[in-house]
């Protein structure tokens, strides 16, 4: 399907992608087949090198250019004029892609609750069948933050020679158990909705909303509420920060379910890049393109020192940081800090 992006001059395409062979698991499961849902900006150029794979973090979708657009989209840093951008929705994702709310194929009914668990490498494996199924022979760039940044590892790591730079953005090479504990805690929020175990995309959604306060307070920091949840000295009840969690909660559960969300924050809690690979100094060793990653000063749930090991134990690795009071998201937000560090990391490329 050929879409008008909000820019005239940009080509942009929303696909299915497909997959009718299975899929194997690190759980030992398959999926049978499955789809991806995708999005592309701007045309492959004639040596098919001007590839931009855009990976999105837990809640986002393929339509990169809306969440990023301060990174995409005309005279931005990666313009569809001059780049092949692609996205796609990850699998257990409910924007167009292969999810617990799919047909399960060989019982012709939904997933639900059956829905296999799948790790962020069985998500680089499906994003790895669209580049072969796309005939794109080599990624010139490939860049996630958060769990777009674990899959985007785990993808370079599959990709080899055939990509030539990773960006990963305030991410790790394996999830701390400080991270699986704030997991843990959301999960527990959405059990403990009465409607969770019904089939039904409304199942767990109050416990959703719990579960997104919960997480915010891992993707802000403390002095970011300061400063914007601030209240008058005078209050005794009706906080700002309280009122701000409970909207981002409601506004999370009227676009995401909560069977989707449990799924993808188990998937984050599996990343171990160094798994069956002799450890992590091992895997990230292997990585043959250069790798730059991006750490957020502020970022409490993926530590700046984890983006800077990722850096130092890689052939060729870069570390920048950004600076901010935004915490974890900042690399969603940062748009100006962002493209000067992929700038400079470009130069430093072409010496
Ligand atoms: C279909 C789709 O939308 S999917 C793709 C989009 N999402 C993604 O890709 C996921 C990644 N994006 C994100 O996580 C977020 O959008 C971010 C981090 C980039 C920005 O977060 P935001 O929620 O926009 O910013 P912030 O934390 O400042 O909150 C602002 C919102 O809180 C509201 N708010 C602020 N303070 C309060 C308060 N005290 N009480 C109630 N509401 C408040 C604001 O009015 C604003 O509401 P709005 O979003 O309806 O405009
Ligand atoms: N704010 C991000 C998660 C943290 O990376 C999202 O909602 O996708």
């Known amino acids: ?47 098919k090198s001007n590839v931009i794979w855009v990976i999105h973090a837990l809640t986002g979708d393929s339509n990169a250019q809306e969440w990023w657009n301060g990174l995409i ?29 799919s047909d399960n194929p060989e019982t012709k009914e939904p997933y639900y609750y059956d829905f296999p668990q799948m790790s962020t490498r069985d998500l680089a494996q499906g994003l790895e069948r669209l580049r072969i199924h796309l005939g794109i022979e080599s990624i ?120 989707s969300y449990w799924t993808l924050s188990k998937t984050m809690d599996s990343h171990d890049l160094g798994r069956n690979r002799g450890g992590l100094d091992n895997a990230l060793g292997e990585i043959e393109a250069n790798v730059l990653a991006i750490g957020v000063n502020t970022d409490l749930l993926f530590l700046p020192e984890e983006s800077q090991f990722i850096s130092q134990k890689v052939k060729k690795g870069t570390y920048k940081e950004i600076t901010s009071t935004a915490g974890h998201d900042a690399f969603l937000i940062e748009f100006e800090q962002l493209s000067y560090l992929l700038k400079s990391f470009y130069l430093q490329q072409k010496k």
């Open 1 to 47: 399907m050929n879409l008008k992006s909000q820019y005239a001059s940009i080509t942009m395409t929303q696909e299915i992608f497909h997959s009718s062979s299975p899929l194997p698991l690190e759980s030992g499961e398959f999926l049978t087949e499955f789809d991806l849902g995708y999005t592309a900006y701007g045309q492959l150029n004639s040596d």
């Open 73 to 101: 989209g005309e005279d931005k840093f990666f313009d569809p004029a001059d780049h092949f951008i692609i996205c796609a929705n990850l699998l257990g994702s409910c924007y167009g892609s292969t999810q617990p709310f």
């Open 140 to 259: 010139h760039t490939l860049i996630g933050g958060s769990l777009g940044g674990q899959v985007g590892l785990e993808w370079a790591y599959i990709l080899g020679k055939k990509l030539q730079n990773a960006v990963i953005l305030a991410s790790t090479s394996k999830t701390r158990p400080w991270v699986i504990g704030f997991n843990e805690t959301q999960r527990m929020a959405i059990e403990s909705d009465c409607t969770w175990g019904e089939k039904h995309e409304q199942a767990g959604n109050k416990g959703l909303e719990t579960a997104r306060a919960i997480a915010m307070l891992t993707y802000r920091h403390p002095d970011d509420l300061s400063a914007k949840q601030a209240d008058p000295d005078n209050k005794v009840d009706d906080y700002r920060a309280a009122s701000y969690l409970r909207y981002q909660g409601q506004k999370l559960a009227r676009r995401f379910n909560a069977l």
